[in-house]
Nanobody
Framework: VQLQASGGGLVQVGDSLRLSCAAS????????MGWFRQAPGKEREFVAL????????IYDANVKGRFFISRDNAKRTVYLRVNSLKPEDTALYFC??????????????????WGRGIQVTVSA
């Protein structure tokens, strides 16, 4: 299984980015896909998740209304649109996959597969 994330970068306050995560080696539609982030010196934290077929979403309160998760099962890709970026959004962003869970989870420990983190840096 591989999760390949892309789309990070250095941006200004208020800018937007679209992060992508392309999956291979798994039945993509059977997985809940999540985005997490980790700032220097902090623990990895939940950002958003999207279910496999119904496309239901859950967001962390800190990003709700600014970040939008979506997926294209035909392309085996999950996206995270990040708008109105703030300096506190600076972090390494990770995509992750959770196989057909009985319960939706914001806990990193629930996710079986992880992509390499991509850096998002927001300059004031």
């Amino acid at each position: 299984v591989q999760l390949q994330a892309s789309g990070g970068g250095l941006v200004q306050v208020g800018d937007s980015l679209r992060l992508s995560c392309a999956a291979s080696g798994l039945t993509f539609s059977r997985y809940v896909m999540g985005w997490f982030r980790q700032a220097p010196g902090k623990e990895r934290e939940f950002v958003a998740l999207i279910t496999g077929t119904s496309g239901d979403t859950i967001y962390d309160a800190n990003v709700k209304g600014r970040f939008f998760i979506s997926r294209d099962n035909a392309k085996r890709t999950v996206y995270l649109r990040v708008n109105s970026l703030k300096p506190e959004d600076t972090a390494l962003y990770f995509c992750a996959a959770d196989y057909d869970p009985g319960e939706l989870s914001a806990s990193p420990g629930s996710y079986e597969f992880w992509g390499r983190g991509i850096q998002v840096t927001v300059s004031a």
